[in-house]
């Protein structure tokens, strides 16, 4: 395993579409390896493999509820609204308050290919929408209501 550079906003790689994964392999499985330990050395909670340059449908998070590896996730289903400060790897520095949907449905495949379904609510569905946005190119300042200032007794 290895701690890969996180990309940051600026970087053409994080406005392009990531491709669909059609083979779990070695390569599949490295690369989540050094996303989580990548997103533990960096504090993150989530992570998309654009923001350590590759374009490919995979993502890993922990919101202190264990580690998720999501291969291919979509989001089948949202509801409601919540309006949460977010930050990101890939925007250091940076927070904002985003809309986003108060419970989502996800279908994905794990790191042996099989299917799973992840439903979340909260803090769960603003980290799956988030990290699924970045495989589409997109990032949570194109979404941003009003930027904050971070708490800095928090930090």
């Given at each position: 395993?290895?701690?890969?550079k996180?990309?940051?906003?600026?970087?053409?790689?994080?406005?392009?579409?990531?491709?669909?994964?059609?083979k779990?392999?070695?390569?599949?499985?490295?690369?989540?390896?050094?996303?989580?330990?990548?997103?533990y050395?960096?504090?993150?909670v989530?992570l998309a493999?654009?923001?350590?340059?590759?374009?490919?449908?995979?993502?890993?998070m922990d919101?202190g509820?264990?580690?998720?590896?999501?291969?291919?996730?979509?989001i089948?289903?949202?509801?409601?609204?919540?309006?949460?400060a977010?930050?990101?790897?890939?925007?250091?520095?940076?927070?904002?308050?985003?809309?986003?949907?108060?419970?989502?449905?996800?279908?994905?495949?794990?790191?042996?290919?099989?299917?799973?379904?992840?439903?979340?609510?909260?803090?769960?569905?603003?980290?799956?929408?988030?990290?699924?946005?970045?495989?589409?190119?997109?990032?949570?300042?194109?979404?941003?209501?009003?930027?904050?200032?971070?708490?800095?007794?928090?930090?």
């Amino acid at each position: 395993m290895g701690i890969r550079k996180v990309l940051t906003d600026g970087d053409e790689t994080l406005r392009k579409k990531s491709r669909k994964v059609e083979k779990i392999d070695d390569r599949t499985i490295t690369l989540l390896d050094d996303m989580s330990e990548t997103m533990y050395a960096e504090n993150g909670v989530g992570l998309a493999a654009p923001q350590v340059g590759v374009l490919r449908r995979v993502i890993v998070m922990d919101i202190g509820e264990g580690l998720l590896e999501l291969i291919n996730p979509k989001i089948i289903s949202k509801k409601g609204a919540q309006i949460k400060a977010e930050g990101c790897l890939s925007v250091p520095d940076v927070f904002g308050e985003v809309k986003r949907p108060d419970s989502v449905v996800v279908s994905a495949m794990d790191r042996k290919g099989k299917k799973i379904r992840i439903e979340g609510s909260g803090l769960l569905a603003v980290c799956l929408c988030h990290e699924i946005d970045h495989l589409d190119g997109i990032l949570f300042t194109d979404k941003v209501i009003k930027y904050i200032e971070p708490d800095t007794d928090k930090i």
